[in-house]
């Protein structure tokens, strides 16, 4: 008797394409003005567009949402979002994702040729109120009332696996952000940062 297996991987893929085909993917987002032409995937990231938003995708971006796509491992595909109507997420061109979260309540604007390692997130919001009977309320509070700031991520930075970059934080064109960095404030071009919270650690 044939034994029966499981493939999880083969089961995620299959999950995350169900819906449509890579090519039904692509064209949607060009109806919807997220891309002009192409993108360059294998299997279907995560990508939200709350109603009157602003989500922009620039030409030649590679995202990548599984470990069969990088040898590095990917845990989770790719999560692209605007939560507010009022958002606006530009990402330039040529840049490259793999496996990473972006959720724009405010703005975000990324550069071109900008690579994200592995698990790596930026996020313009605190997400959670501070006060916390506002908090008991989840998922019940207003976005948009929440503490958030704008992003700006200038061209060719590389933001190393896992780090996070926090709300109100700009980037100078050339940094390199370590590895598991939580980078909670503004730094200039031509650095490399890391730690928690990412401090200077070498101008290049």
Same mark, same amino acid.
């Given at each position: ?7 999880? !991987?083969?089961?995620? !893929?299959? @999950? ?25 995937? $294998? ?8 109603? +009157? ?5 620039? $030409?030649?971006? /590679? ?6 796509? =990088?040898? *590095?491992?990917?845990?989770? !595909?790719?999560?692209? #979002? /605007? ?25 975000? /604007? ?9 698990? *790596? &997130?930026?996020?313009?919001? +605190?997400?959670? %109120?501070? +006060?916390?009977?506002? !908090? ?10 929440? %503490?958030? *700031?704008?992003?700006?991520?200038? =061209? ?6 896992? *780090? ?14 370590? #590895?598991? &960095? ?6 200039? %071009? ?13 101008? @290049?």
């Amino acid at each position: 008797m044939k034994k029966m297996g499981f493939n999880l !991987r083969s089961f995620v !893929r299959n @999950l995350m394409e169900k819906t449509e085909s890579i090519s039904t993917f692509k064209e949607r987002l060009i109806h919807q003005g997220i891309i002009e032409n192409d993108l360059n995937i $294998k299997t279907i990231p995560y990508i939200y567009l709350k109603k +009157d938003s602003l989500l922009k995708i620039g $030409k030649n971006c /590679t995202i990548l949402n599984c470990s069969e796509e =990088n040898i *590095a491992g990917i845990a989770h !595909r790719t999560s692209i #979002a /605007t939560a507010t109507s009022s958002a606006k997420l530009v990402i330039g061109d040529y840049c490259g994702f793999s496996g990473n979260f972006i959720c724009c309540v405010d703005e975000i /604007t990324i550069g071109n040729y900008v690579n994200f390692g592995t698990g *790596a &997130s930026v996020y313009d919001t +605190d997400f959670h %109120p501070i +006060d916390y009977l506002q !908090r008991r309320s989840n998922p019940g509070f207003d976005l948009t009332k929440i %503490p958030h *700031a704008p992003v700006k991520i200038g =061209n060719d930075v590389w933001v190393g696996a896992n *780090a996070i970059i926090l709300k109100g934080v700009e980037i100078g064109d050339r940094t390199i952000i370590a #590895a598991n &960095s939580v980078v909670t404030k503004s730094f200039p %071009p031509d650095c490399i940062i890391g730690g928690n919270p990412a401090k200077i650690m070498k101008m @290049l």
